[in-house]
């Protein structure tokens, strides 16, 4: 494989920032008693950073699918040799900006009633799989790192989900 263990790490890393918003509604927070939070405020301060970490890695993969390079050192799927691809609508994108990856006057309560994740999740899956098996394909004897960190993530992006479909 001619792209650093570090840029696979990266990419790899970025799926589980993707499915947080997931894995705090379907496995943490039915374990927590709301009540046992300290301050009112960490609950939903918890659920909201896992939406937006999850909207923003998203955004993220956008990016690295279109080929968006803003600077000289942005990874891309063409880095990979592999094609490019859209996730995000034009509005999505938009509303990611301006609700939760920037300061505007349009931000707003980011609660998970306002957004589709599951929907944005879902788009993303299928283009995700796929280009992780692609690397997965690239990977020769001596990419035995790389190709362990991309089999997990593809069996995390799996249980993920069957997560976001129960």
């Known amino acids: 494989m001619k792209n650093s263990y570090e840029q696979v790490v990266v990419v790899c890393s970025t799926v589980s920032a993707c499915f947080s918003c997931v894995s705090w509604m379907a496995v943490v927070k039915p374990k927590l008693d709301e009540l046992q939070l300290y301050l009112p405020y960490e609950y939903g301060a918890i659920a909201i950073s896992c939406l937006t970490s999850s909207l923003l890695a998203i955004r993220k993969?956008?990016?690295?699918?279109?080929?968006?390079?803003?600077?000289?050192?942005?990874?891309?799927?063409?880095?990979?040799?592999?094609?490019?691809?859209?996730?995000?609508?034009?509005?999505?994108?938009?509303?990611?900006?301006?609700?939760?990856?920037?300061?505007?006057?349009?931000?707003?309560?980011?609660?998970?009633?306002?957004?589709?994740?599951?929907?944005?999740?879902?788009?993303?899956s299928t283009p995700l799989r796929d280009f992780l098996t692609f690397l997965a394909e690239q990977c020769g004897d001596e990419d035995k790192g790389e190709y362990f960190e991309i089999s997990e993530t593809i069996k995390y992006l799996d249980s993920s989900l069957e997560l976001l479909k129960s």
């Open 61 to 124: 993969f956008d990016d690295f699918f279109q080929n968006k390079k803003m600077r000289h050192d942005d990874v891309t799927v063409s880095d990979f040799g592999y094609g490019p691809g859209s996730i995000l609508t034009e509005a999505e994108r938009k509303d990611i900006n301006k609700r939760i990856a920037h300061f505007t006057t349009a931000m707003d309560d980011a609660g998970n009633e306002c957004w589709a994740i599951d929907d944005l999740l879902f788009r993303l």
